[in-house]
C-alpha cells in the first residue's frame, strides 16, 4: 500500500481505525452527543489575529486530511472519506468583549456550552474555533476538535504548525505548504490488514485468557445504582484534585528510587485507592496509551488505544511491592497495546468470561502531552481541556505530569456517583499519593485513602437466586381448595372478570365467580398471558379503570386483580377525550424503542429485520377495487401511519412529525404474469425499506392475477408492533364489508402515538433487571455452523415441528397443576433444556416480546408498543422440571414487575461492549402465542388466508415461535442463514421436542441428562 498525499484522498473511502470505529458506534447509538468532543481554551498573552489565526486553522484543515474527514455506513461498515480540501473551509467566531462587565465570566460560560455542541459525523468534522477578544484575563480562544480525529498526541504537532503559520501570516510572509508524507486513513487501513491476520486472533485471545477469572463490575463506596444513561452518553462531571505544590518532586524522587517510571508510581496508587474502596484484591483498570511509530510520530489522528491491566492488591503488602508488580504488568501491556479493546472484551466474551460490564469500569490517562503545546513562543498559556458534561468510564482519572506541577481531574459518571463522593474519592487519592511517594515502604494498609465512614465499601456480588422448591407428591400438586369466597364488590368484580376470561380459552377450567377463591391463580386455573391481557382489557371496559398487565402478572389471583380495581381510578375529566390528537404540526419526541430502530434502520444488513409485512390471499371473486378503497382509507386515518423521523441536532434528540402524505396503496393487474413473477413482486414489495425521514413508513398493494387476490401490506416496525397489524388488517376488512355489503364500518377514533408516549422508563426498574441480569453471560454458544462476522445478513430460514394432541395436553397438565406455570413459562423451560442440552450451557438469557398496551386508547391505536424483556434461566445444579418452573415463575414474575425497565439501558450496564455482528445481550428470541382464526370473512363465501413471508428474516440469530392450537403446538424456529445450516436447526428442533416429551412423562426428573454442575 503507498500512502498518498492529502489532495488525493478526498472522496475515497477508507475503512476506519479500531479506535474509530469505536468512537463512530458510540455516536451513532446515541447522535448528537458530547462525550468525545476535545474542546481546548487558551489564553493568549497578546492580542489575537482572528485574520491569521483563520488562515492558520485553514493551513491544517488542508494540509491533514483527518480534520476533513467525514463517517458515515456503507453495506453495514462505516468508512471515512476525505472531503475536496477546496470544499471546506473552517470559519472562526469573534466576540468582542471590551468593556463588558465580566468579561472572563462570560468566556468561561459560552466556552463550557461551546464545548457541548455535537459534531455530525456524516459531515466534514472541521475542527471549530471561537475567539474572545478584550476580555481582562487577556484574549481568549476555543478550539474544539472530535476525538475521532486526534489524540493527545496530535496536539503538540498541531500547534505547533499552528503558530508557525500564524507568525506567517501576521509578518505578511507566505507560509510554506508541503504535504505530509503519511496520511491517517492509509495508517487506518494498514492496521486492519495486520489485526486480519491469524497471529493477531491468537494474540488477542491469548490475552484475553490472561485477562479471565478477574470480576467484572467495580462497585466503588458510595456507588448510586446502575446509569440509566444509552451508551455513548453518559452524564458526568469532572472533579479537580488537589495534590499539592511539592507532590511531583517527590513522585520523581520515588520513581528515580524504585527504578520505575511516575506512571507506574500513579497507576500502584490508583490501584491501592481502588482496592481500598471497593473490598476487592483483584481488579481490572484500563489504561489509555498511544501507539505512535516513527511513521505516526507527525501525523495526527487517533492512535490511543484503551488497554486493560490487571493487577492485585493485597493490604499487607508494602507501596514498593505493589509497585514492582505493576511495572512488571505496565511493561506487558506494552506489548498488547495494539490489541483493538472491542476485540479483546469480544474474546473474553467467547471464552466465557461475561460480566455487566466491558473489560474494565473505571481508566487511567497520565499524560503531559497538552501542556507541550507546540512552540508557541510564549503566545500562548497551556491550553484547558474542558468539560462537556459527559463521561467515558464509570471513573475516569486523568493525571499530567508538566513542569509546573502535577495535575489531576476525576471525570465521572453522575449517575453512578455524586459530587461528595467523587470529591471525597479525589481528595483520598491526593492523601494516599502524597503519603507513598513520601514513604514508599509503607505497607499498604497503614496508607490514608479509606472511604468516609458514611460511604459503605461494598460487599461482595450477590449470587444468582435461588428458585422455590416445588412440591414433590403428586397430591401436594393439585388450583387446594380454599374455602374463602368473594367478599367485597372488587373481590366479586374481579372474579366475575376471571370466569368470564377462562370460559373463553380452551381446556381451563369452568368456574363460576362464587367457586373462586381471593387467592385462585389465573394461571393455574389454565390461562395464559394472551387471555389475561384480554381480561385487563374488558376490566378495563367495564369500569374505566387503568390497568396495566404487569401489575397483575407479577401475582396473578382474584384478590391481586381486586386490589388493582379498587386503587385504579378512571381518567381525570380534563384529560383530552379519548381519540383525539395532539397538534399534527409540531415534533414529537421518538420514544427510547424508535430511537434504537431509528439507528439500526442506518445499518443495510438491518433494515429488513425491522419491516412488518403481511400477504393475505383472497379468492377472485373479492371486490379487488373495493378492497383498495378501504385500505388507502385505513392507512390514511392513522396519524402513525403519516410519520416522518429526523434526528434535531438542536435538542440531540429523534422527532417525527405525523403531517406528511399518507401510505400509498396501489392497485396492481397481474393477469397474465407467472407465479414466479407475482412471488418476485411480492417479496420485492416486503423486502424493501423505508427511507423514514422522506417517506411514510408504511406501504400497500392489491395484486390481482386473475385466479385470486393478494392484498401486501408493510408497515415499519418504528410506527407499528404485531398487535397494530391486527387492527389494521381488522379495520380494512371491516371497511370493505360496509363498501360492499352497505351498512357502517363504525371504526373507533384513530388514536395519536403521542398520547401513547409513556414516561421515562423508572430507574427502580430498569435497576432492579440490571441486578437480576449481573452476572450473566451475554451471549449463548449456538452451534453455529459458521463464524459470525460484521454486518450479520437477517436472512433466515425457517423450520417448525409439531407436538401432537397428546403430548401438548402433558404439557398442559404440567402448566396447570403446577404452582400456577403459565404456558410461557412451559416454553422457556423447553427452548432453555434445548439450548443447555446441545451447548452444555447452564446460564441463559433469552429475549421476548411484552404488550404495553394497558389503557382502553391503546387497544386501539397504531403505534409501536412492545417492549423487550429479558429472561434469565438457571440450570445450575441440574434442577428438576419443576425445580426449573419454580425459578422461572419466579423471574417471569420480575420481568412483569418491572416491565417498564428500558432495553437499551440494560445493554448499555450489561453488554456495553457489543457489535453490529450480533444482537445486545442474547442471540435467542422466545415468542409465544395462541391461534387465531386466519381472518374476518371478508363476504359471503369470501374465505381470507394469511400466506408466510418469503424468504423470512430475523433480527435475531435464533428466534423460536411457539403456537398453541387446537391439534397441538407448532414449533418455529428462524435461524440466520449465514450462521446455520438447515440440519443444525432441525436438530436443535428436536431437541426441544425431546424436552417436551421429559417434562409431559415426569416433571420429577431432571432437565438436563447427566450432570453438569
Known amino acids: 500500500m503507498t500512502d498518498t498525499p492529502a489532495d488525493q484522498d478526498a472522496g475515497r473511502p477508507a475503512p476506519l481505525s479500531h479506535a474509530q470505529e469505536r468512537m463512530w458506534f458510540a455516536d451513532a447509538a446515541a447522535p448528537g452527543n458530547a462525550t468525545y468532543n476535545e474542546p481546548l481554551l487558551f489564553v493568549w498573552n497578546e492580542p489575537v489575529d482572528p485574520v491569521a489565526l483563520t488562515g492558520a486553522l485553514n493551513h491544517l484543515v488542508r494540509r491533514h486530511a483527518i480534520l476533513r474527514t467525514s463517517y458515515r455506513p456503507v453495506g453495514g461498515l462505516p468508512v471515512q472519506e476525505v472531503a475536496d480540501p477546496d470544499t471546506v473551509t473552517p470559519e472562526i467566531q469573534v466576540d468582542d468583549l471590551t468593556g463588558v462587565a465580566n468579561a472572563d465570566a462570560r468566556v468561561r460560560e459560552e466556552a463550557g456550552d461551546r464545548a457541548?455542541?455535537?459534531?455530525?459525523?456524516?459531515?466534514?468534522?472541521?475542527?471549530?474555533?471561537?475567539?474572545?477578544?478584550?476580555?481582562?484575563?487577556?484574549?481568549?480562544?476555543?478550539?474544539?476538535?472530535?476525538?475521532?480525529?486526534?489524540?493527545?498526541?496530535?496536539?503538540?504537532?498541531?500547534?505547533?504548525?499552528?503558530?508557525?503559520?500564524?507568525?506567517?501570516?501576521?509578518?505578511?510572509?507566505?507560509?510554506?505548504?508541503?504535504?505530509?508524507?503519511?496520511?491517517?486513513?492509509?495508517?487506518?487501513?494498514?492496521?486492519?490488514?495486520?489485526?486480519?491476520?491469524?497471529?493477531?486472533?491468537?494474540?488477542?485471545?491469548?490475552?484475553?485468557?490472561?485477562?479471565?477469572?478477574?470480576?467484572?463490575?467495580?462497585?466503588?463506596?458510595?456507588?448510586?445504582?446502575?446509569?440509566?444513561?444509552?451508551?455513548?452518553?453518559?452524564?458526568?462531571?469532572?472533579?479537580?484534585?488537589?495534590?499539592?505544590?511539592?507532590?511531583?518532586?517527590?513522585?520523581?524522587?520515588?520513581?528515580?528510587?524504585?527504578?520505575?517510571?511516575?506512571?507506574?508510581?500513579?497507576?500502584?496508587?490508583?490501584?491501592?485507592?481502588?482496592?481500598?474502596?471497593?473490598?476487592?484484591?483483584?481488579?481490572?483498570?484500563?489504561?489509555?496509551?498511544?501507539?505512535?511509530?516513527?511513521?505516526?510520530?507527525?501525523?495526527?489522528?487517533?492512535?490511543?488505544?484503551?488497554?486493560?491491566?490487571?493487577?492485585?492488591?493485597?493490604?499487607?503488602?508494602?507501596?514498593?511491592?505493589?509497585?514492582?508488580?505493576?511495572?512488571?504488568?505496565?511493561?506487558?501491556?506494552?506489548?498488547h497495546r495494539t490489541l483493538p479493546f472491542d476485540q479483546l472484551s469480544s474474546a473474553a466474551t467467547a471464552l466465557g468470561d461475561r460480566g455487566r460490564a466491558p473489560l474494565v469500569d473505571v481508566g487511567l490517562v497520565f499524560q503531559d502531552s497538552l501542556h507541550a503545546s507546540g512552540d508557541s513562543r510564549g503566545r500562548w498559556d497551556p491550553p484547558v481541556l474542558l468539560g462537556t458534561g459527559t463521561a467515558k468510564f464509570d471513573l475516569l482519572l486523568h493525571v499530567d505530569d508538566c513542569p509546573e506541577g502535577l495535575t489531576a481531574v476525576l471525570e465521572y459518571d453522575t449517575e453512578?456517583?455524586?459530587?461528595?463522593?467523587?470529591?471525597?474519592?479525589?481528595?483520598?487519592?491526593?492523601?494516599?499519593?502524597?503519603?507513598?511517594?513520601?514513604?514508599?515502604?509503607?505497607?499498604?494498609?497503614?496508607?490514608?485513602?479509606?472511604?468516609?465512614?458514611?460511604?459503605?465499601?461494598?460487599?461482595?456480588?450477590?449470587?444468582?437466586f435461588a428458585g422455590g422448591t416445588p412440591p414433590t407428591s403428586a397430591a401436594a400438586r393439585a388450583a387446594p381448595v380454599d374455602p374463602e369466597t368473594p367478599a367485597t364488590p372488587d373481590e366479586l368484580r374481579a372474579a366475575e372478570l376471571f370466569a368470564a376470561a377462562l370460559d373463553d380459552v380452551p381446556g381451563a377450567r369452568r368456574t363460576t365467580a362464587a367457586q373462586l377463591a381471593p387467592s385462585s391463580d389465573f394461571f393455574a386455573l389454565g390461562g395464559h398471558s394472551l387471555a389475561a391481557v384480554a381480561m385487563i382489557a374488558e376490566a378495563r371496559r367495564r369500569y374505566g379503570a387503568a390497568l396495566a398487565p404487569r401489575d397483575f402478572l407479577g401475582a396473578p389471583t382474584v384478590a391481586t386483580l381486586a386490589g388493582l380495581l379498587r386503587t385504579a381510578s378512571r381518567s381525570n375529566g380534563d384529560e383530552p377525550e379519548p381519540g383525539t390528537s395532539p397538534d399534527q404540526g409540531g415534533d414529537h419526541p421518538a420514544t427510547s424503542v424508535q430511537q434504537r430502530f431509528w439507528f439500526l434502520d442506518r445499518v443495510p444488513e438491518q433494515r429488513v429485520a425491522y419491516l412488518v409485512p403481511t400477504v393475505v390471499e383472497y379468492p377472485a371473486a373479492l371486490d379487488h377495487r373495493a378492497l383498495l378503497r378501504a385500505t388507502a382509507a385505513v392507512l390514511e386515518r392513522h396519524p402513525s401511519l403519516r410519520s416522518r423521523f429526523r434526528l434535531d441536532r438542536v435538542s440531540r434528540t429523534l422527532v417525527y412529525r405525523t403531517d406528511g402524505p399518507p401510505p400509498e396503496a396501489v392497485l396492481t393487474d397481474a393477469t397474465g404474469w407467472t407465479p414466479e413473477q407475482v412471488r418476485e413482486r411480492v417479496a420485492d414489495l416486503s423486502q424493501s425499506g423505508f427511507d423514514l425521514a422522506g417517506d411514510a413508513p408504511a406501504r400497500a398493494e392489491v395484486i390481482f392475477t386473475g385466479s385470486r387476490v393478494l392484498l401486501v401490506l408493510v408497515l415499519h416496525h418504528i410506527v407499528a408492533d404485531g398487535a397494530s397489524r391486527d387492527l389494521v388488517l381488522d379495520q380494512i376488512t371491516r371497511l370493505y364489508r360496509a363498501l360492499t355489503l352497505g351498512g357502517t364500518a363504525d371504526l373507533p377514533a384513530p388514536v395519536h402515538p403521542a398520547r401513547m408516549a409513556r414516561p421515562r422508563p423508572g430507574t427502580a426498574s430498569t435497576t432492579a433487571m440490571i441486578r437480576r441480569l449481573e452476572g450473566a453471560p451475554t451471549d449463548v454458544a449456538l452451534p453455529h455452523d459458521r463464524p459470525r462476522r460484521e454486518g450479520?445478513?437477517?436472512?433466515?430460514?425457517?423450520?417448525?415441528?409439531?407436538?401432537?394432541?397428546?403430548?401438548?395436553?402433558?404439557?398442559?397438565?404440567?402448566?396447570?397443576?403446577?404452582?400456577?406455570?403459565?404456558?410461557?413459562?412451559?416454553?422457556?423451560?423447553?427452548?432453555?433444556?434445548?439450548?443447555?442440552?446441545?451447548?452444555?450451557?447452564?446460564?441463559?438469557?433469552?429475549?421476548?416480546?411484552?404488550?404495553?398496551r394497558d389503557t382502553a386508547e391503546g387497544d386501539d391505536a397504531v403505534a409501536m408498543l412492545v417492549n423487550t424483556l429479558v429472561l434469565r434461566l438457571d440450570f445450575t445444579g441440574n434442577p428438576t422440571w419443576w425445580e426449573l418452573l419454580a425459578r422461572i415463575k419466579e423471574s417471569c414474575a420480575l420481568c412483569y414487575r418491572n416491565a417498564d425497565a428500558s432495553f437499551d439501558e440494560l445493554v448499555a450496564a450489561l453488554h456495553p461492549e457489543r457489535d453490529l455482528s450480533r444482537p445486545p445481550l442474547t442471540p435467542v428470541y422466545l415468542a409465544h402465542t395462541y391461534a387465531r382464526p386466519e381472518g374476518v370473512a371478508p363476504g359471503p363465501g369470501i374465505r381470507a388466508s394469511l400466506l408466510p413471508i418469503e424468504p423470512p428474516h430475523t433480527k435475531y440469530e435464533l428466534e423460536f415461535d411457539i403456537v398453541e392450537h387446537a391439534g397441538g403446538i407448532e414449533i418455529t424456529a428462524l435461524a440466520m442463514q449465514d450462521l446455520f445450516d438447515p440440519a443444525t436447526v432441525e436438530g436443535l428442533l428436536d431437541t426441544v421436542a425431546e424436552a417436551a416429551r421429559d417434562l409431559a412423562a415426569d416433571p420429577a426428573s431432571h432437565t438436563i441428562q447427566g450432570d453438569l454442575s
Open 116 to 335: 457541548r455542541d455535537p459534531f455530525d459525523l456524516e459531515a466534514p468534522v472541521v475542527p471549530r474555533c471561537h475567539v474572545w477578544r478584550g476580555a481582562p484575563g487577556g484574549d481568549a480562544v476555543l478550539m474544539v476538535f472530535h476525538h475521532i480525529a486526534v489524540d493527545g498526541g496530535s496536539y503538540p504537532l498541531l500547534f505547533r504548525e499552528l503558530s508557525d503559520v500564524y507568525d506567517a501570516l501576521v509578518s505578511g510572509a507566505r507560509p510554506s505548504h508541503t504535504d505530509p508524507e503519511h496520511q491517517y486513513a492509509d495508517l487506518a487501513a494498514r492496521e486492519r490488514e495486520r489485526t486480519s491476520r491469524p497471529d493477531h486472533a491468537a494474540r488477542v485471545k491469548l490475552r484475553a485468557e490472561q485477562l479471565s477469572g478477574v470480576p467484572r463490575g467495580l462497585v466503588l463506596a458510595g456507588h448510586l445504582g446502575a446509569s440509566a444513561a444509552p451508551e455513548g452518553s453518559r452524564p458526568g462531571s469532572q472533579q479537580r484534585v488537589d495534590l499539592g505544590s511539592g507532590v511531583r518532586e517527590h513522585l520523581h524522587q520515588a520513581a528515580r528510587k524504585l527504578r520505575v517510571t511516575p506512571y507506574v508510581i500513579v497507576l500502584a496508587a490508583f490501584q491501592a485507592l481502588l482496592g481500598r474502596w471497593s473490598g476487592r484484591d483483584r481488579l481490572l483498570i484500563g489504561t489509555v496509551l498511544e501507539d505512535r511509530s516513527a511513521r505516526t510520530r507527525n501525523v495526527p489522528g487517533l492512535f490511543v488505544n484503551t488497554v486493560p491491566l490487571r493487577t492485585e492488591v493485597f493490604e499487607d503488602d508494602t507501596f514498593a511491592g505493589l509497585c514492582a508488580r505493576s511495572r512488571v504488568e505496565a511493561y506487558g501491556s506494552l506489548t
Open 416 to 464: 453512578l456517583y455524586g459530587q461528595d463522593t467523587a470529591r471525597a474519592l479525589g481528595a483520598a487519592f491526593a492523601d494516599l499519593l502524597t503519603a507513598a511517594v513520601t514513604d514508599p515502604e509503607r505497607r499498604i494498609v497503614d496508607l490514608p485513602g479509606a472511604p468516609p465512614a458514611h460511604l459503605a465499601v461494598p460487599g461482595a456480588p450477590e449470587g444468582a
Open 792 to 852: 450479520q445478513s437477517t436472512l433466515a430460514l425457517r423450520r417448525g415441528i409439531t407436538l401432537d394432541a397428546e403430548h401438548a395436553g402433558g404439557l398442559s397438565s404440567a402448566a396447570v397443576t403446577g404452582a400456577g406455570y403459565t404456558p410461557f413459562m412451559v416454553s422457556a423451560a423447553l427452548v432453555g433444556a434445548a439450548l443447555a442440552r446441545v451447548t452444555g450451557q447452564r446460564d441463559l438469557l433469552v429475549a421476548f416480546p411484552w404488550n404495553e
